[in-house]
C-alpha cells in the first residue's frame, strides 16, 4: 500500500551493529505495528502503538526497540544485530476507531540480512 | 487465544482452474477473518475479512472466501486462476476480545501454471 512506505527496502549489515528501520505513513491511522515475517513462520509481532505515548512489547520484542516519533512515524531498531534477525520486516497500520474490525495495512517491507 | 492454520505450504494449478487456499481458526470470542496475498518483493496487501453478516465474502481481484463456524474455517476460493494468481497466502484472525493483535498462519504458496 503506497500509503505506508518503509526505508529502507533492503539492508546488510554485520553482526554487532546498531540498525534502525522507518516506517511512515499518510493514512492517518492512530495505531502502527512492526512485524517480522520468517518463512514457514507466518508474521509476528514485535511492538505495537497506539499512539505517541503509547506502546506495547509483541510476543517477540527481546533485541529490538521502537520508537512513535509522531502520529505518522513508527522506527524499529537493533541495538546489536545477530544473525538469527535477518528476516523481512513489515510495518501496518490501523485506524483504531473501528475496534476489532479494523483491517491493518502494510507496508512494502524490509529486507534485513545480518552476517 | 487466537490461532491460525494453513494446512497446506504449496497449492498447485492450472490456470482457468478452481482455486482453493485453505484457514482453519481457533477462538476465544467470535471471530474477525482476514485474508492478506503478497506477491514477489510485494508487501502485504488486504484481500477480504469476515466480520458478521453473509457467510460468503467477496474481495478484490475475484476473490472471495467461506465462513463456516462449524468447521471453523475460513477458505479462499476463486472460479477461474490466474498465472497472475501466483504468490503468497496468509490468513489471519483477530478474537472479538481484543482489537488489535492478529494472528497470521504460516502461508501458502500458490502457483498457477500456463
Known amino acids: ?115 | 487465544a487466537q490461532s491460525v492454520a494453513q494446512p497446506e505450504d504449496q497449492v498447485n494449478v492450472a490456470e482457468g482452474n478452481p482455486l482453493t487456499v485453505k484457514c482453519t481458526y481457533s477462538v476465544s470470542g467470535n471471530p474477525y477473518l482476514f485474508w492478506y496475498v503478497q506477491y514477489p518483493n510485494r508487501g502485504l496487501q488486504f484481500l477480504l475479512k469476515y466480520i458478521t453478516g453473509d457467510n460468503l465474502v467477496k474481495g478484490s481481484y475475484g476473490f472471495e472466501a467461506e465462513f463456516n463456524k462449524s468447521q471453523t474455517s475460513f477458505h479462499l476460493k476463486k472460479p477461474s486462476a490466474l498465472v497472475s494468481d501466483s504468490a503468497l497466502y496468509f490468513c489471519a484472525v483477530r478474537d472479538s476480545t481484543n482489537d488489535y493483535k492478529l494472528s497470521f498462519g504460516a502461508g501458502t504458496t500458490v502457483t498457477v501454471r500456463a
Not at chain 1, 70 to 97: D, H, M, V, W
Not at chain 1, 102 to 107: A, I, K, P, V
Open chain 1, 1 to 115: 500500500d503506497a500509503d505506508v512506505t518503509q526505508t529502507p527496502r533492503n539492508r546488510i549489515t554485520k553482526t554487532g551493529k546498531r540498525i534502525m528501520l522507518e516506517c511512515s505513513q499518510t493514512k492517518g491511522h492512530d495505531r502502527m505495528y512492526w512485524y517480522r515475517q520468517d518463512p514457514g513462520l507466518g508474521l509476528r509481532l514485535i511492538y505495537y502503538s497506539f499512539d505517541v505515548k503509547d506502546i506495547n512489547k509483541g510476543e517477540i520484542s527481546d533485541g529490538y526497540s521502537v520508537s512513535r516519533q509522531a502520529q505518522a512515524k513508527f522506527s524499529l531498531s537493533l541495538e546489536s544485530a545477530i544473525p538469527n534477525q535477518t528476516a523481512l520486516y513489515f510495518c501496518a497500520t490501523q485506524r483504531g476507531t473501528g475496534g476489532s474490525t479494523d483491517t491493518q495495512y502494510f507496508g512494502p517491507g524490509t529486507r534485513l540480512t545480518v552476517l
